[in-house]
């Protein structure tokens, strides 16, 4: 739905938090739960969907007729889609995703050609006037990449064919659509830092020469064309897991001239970690019922110098737990934004309502997505039904955009 404030945002939740493998079962779920959730937080106004397509689904949905009756469920139900979520290649609720996640990476043809149906799909289905945004893998899983200079080279070059496709949309049909890497512990790139680095040294110099020879524009159009049409999804969670500290990572993509395409509105979970060895065995319980999920929870610890300790997944964190030298452990685990504490745990919700303070006060991006996809592995205390859900998580994120000087307001919701 668009938000009268920041700056006519546009703010929705990530269809990801729908388990099922497949159009046929995903687009149920949408149709059952998209009216309801709309009849309760904006029943006179259009409410916006981020869809989330597999590689698979990308093809089913441009099959046949799914697209065009997709099309007239979300017209007769005043839905809209504006984000695509093009991170995850394939089934995302299995019994078993960690790494694979990131798999194919963007070195591989089969990213590219699945980016490619993804900016299909959303074309055709965008509003005219609306610009659109697809969120992408952040290039790779930093384990797999033994040549750095070669993959970095591929992945600019892909990087720019997508952009040159992007333009030539643009030019044919005046939609403008934006592809967003998204940092992740433990990705090629985790930080907005890392990422703005790889634009400097690679992105930019390197794909923006493809670029430029493809289509004959100037070095400096060409590397326009890259900042337009390549840019960052912020996640929330990704972001207070690596400690970064929102405003200077924005500072820094400022400099390199790096756009926020997308905020994904999210938490993780944080933990203090005790001193006494019976606690920290309590503490260990209490975290191993979220380590068996089938999600990659990678986790970074605070230490009393300020450095950080990295641990690749929480089930190995917890094996190290007993001698572990950090005070403090952050675990991305997407968790219910509204929760602040559960146990002995504490979210990362503050981190996560800074940026939204941030966002309101500076305009940075005009798409925001809730993508809060680990319900069904949540404990049963924190579940509720997915519409009593999902809208908690709405009514938290329209509060936590309400600037401080103006606490008292409600939050405003554009009229058609």
Known sequence: MQLASPAQAHLTYCSKVHPGHGWDQVRPQLEAYLPRLKARLSPQAPFGLGLRLSAAECEEILAGDRLPAFQDFCAAHDIYVFTLNGFPYGAFHGPR???????????????????????????????????????????????????????????????????????????????????????????????????????????????????????????????????????????????????????????????????????????????????????????????????????????????????LSRYGDLSQALAQLATAPEGQWRIHYHVPLFIEHYGRLASTQAQTRAVLRLLAQHHFARHLEIETYTWDQLPGDLKLNPVDFLEREYRWTLEALIPASSQEAEPKIASK
């Open 97 to 307: 995703v960690k790494a694979e996640v990131f798999a194919p990476d963007w070195r591989e043809q089969a990213r590219v050609d699945y980016t490619l149906r993804l900016i299909q799909v959303l074309q055709k289905i965008l509003p005219p006037g609306l610009e659109g945004s697809i969120s992408t893998a952040p290039l790779s899983y930093k384990p797999w990449i033994t040549a750095p200079a070669a993959a970095l080279g591929r992945i600019s070059r892909n990087l720019a064919v997508i952009a040159h496709r992007l333009l030539e949309v643009k030019s044919r049909s005046g939609l403008f659509i934006h592809l967003d890497l998204e940092p992740e512990p433990d990705g090629l790139v985790e930080t907005c830092a890392e990422l703005a680095e790889f634009f400097e040294q690679w992105l930019l110099p390197s794909g923006g020469r493809w670029l430029a020879e493809k289509t004959g524009l100037s070095p400096d159009a060409a590397r326009e064309a890259l900042l337009s049409h390549i840019q960052v999804c912020l996640d929330t969670c990704h972001l207070a897991v690596a400690y970064e500290d929102p405003g200077a990572a924005l500072k820094r993509l400022a400099a390199t001239g790096i756009r926020v395409g997308k905020v994904q509105v999210t938490s993780g979970w944080q933990a203090a970690l005790p001193r006494e060895q019976i606690r920290r065995a309590e503490l260990g319980r209490e975290l191993a019922r979220f380590s068996r999920s089938p999600y990659l929870h990678q986790v970074r610890g605070r230490k009393s110098d300020g450095g």
